[in-house]
């Protein structure tokens, strides 16, 4: 058990550590930064071999560079602590990867997996993803082994760079495609937040005693993450839609004027 957190309590905490450590409280979060080495190195090996390889290509590389930073910056600072208190910290964490860090890093990724046949393979496997490791089980799991913490961002963060490397690489003539996607994508993340925001209990067992301290119920928590990923994984794949649309509406006139 936790020392400091008795009986019942404090088995319950003990389940709960995981990758991030102990749930922290709002006097000692501002500490609480993830150091592992292991993380550390391997996260700036693969940004400087990346980085290496746009400059050997003629590309800046500096969007690239942005986005692993904003990777390491999710995964190493207190955000890490906190998600093991809230799940509103964890959707904001997978929100911060899933949608800032993986679009800047997928626009470097090499021209020969650049686009393929992968669209509609990568937006299922990114929507199967999602909703499996929000479903209660896999979810707690997360929290009490620190491999299947891993598997659950590897494999998140793994699917969105797919998606997102589909999405950003198409051209004007296959939009429809993209078109497509994009809204299916939009509708999958909304429905998700949806159904986590208008829930009337509390899913997550592995917080039931970790929200208190931060003012808020395990409910009110597990809405406040529902609609941290309702509100902008929906209106950016939404946005991505129309861009589509538009590029596609540009091809059609250009095709008309020649």
Not at 10 to 17: P, R
Not at 148 to 162: E, I, N, P, Q
């Amino acid at each position: 058990m936790i020392p400091g957190w008795p009986g019942e309590r404090g088995k319950a905490m003990a389940q709960a550590i995981a990758y991030c450590g102990t749930p922290p409280d709002p006097a000692t979060l501002a500490a609480r930064f993830n150091l592992d080495p292991v993380l550390i190195v391997a996260l700036s090996a693969v940004a400087v071999a990346h980085f290496a390889w746009c400059r050997a290509h003629g590309r800046s590389g500096h969007g690239m560079l942005l986005g692993w930073g904003i990777a390491a910056a999710a995964l190493i600072s207190p955000l890490c602590a906190l998600s093991v208190s809230l799940f509103s910290a964890r959707i904001a964490q997978h929100m911060i990867l899933l949608l800032i860090a993986a679009p800047l890093v997928a626009s470097g990724l090499p021209a020969a997996i650049r686009v393929g046949r992968g669209l509609w393979p990568a937006t299922i496997a990114f929507a199967l993803g999602l909703w499996a490791w929000h479903m209660p089980a896999p979810y707690d799991a997360t929290l009490r082994s620190t491999p299947v913490y891993w598997a659950m961002h590897l494999s998140l963060f793994g699917t969105a760079l797919w998606l997102w490397r589909e999405l950003i690489g198409r051209d004007r003539n296959d939009a429809p495609s993209a078109i497509a996607a994009g809204l299916a994508t939009s509708m999958q993340m909304g429905l998700l937040g949806a159904v986590l925001t208008l829930g009337n209990h509390a899913w997550f067992s592995v917080h039931y005693l970790t929200t208190q301290a931060w003012g808020l119920s395990p409910l009110a928590d597990q809405q406040l993450g529902g609609a941290i990923m309702w509100v902008p994984g929906f209106l950016l794949f939404l946005g991505i839609a129309l861009r589509s649309a538009w590029r596609a509406w540009q091809a059609m006139e250009a095709r008309q004027i020649a």
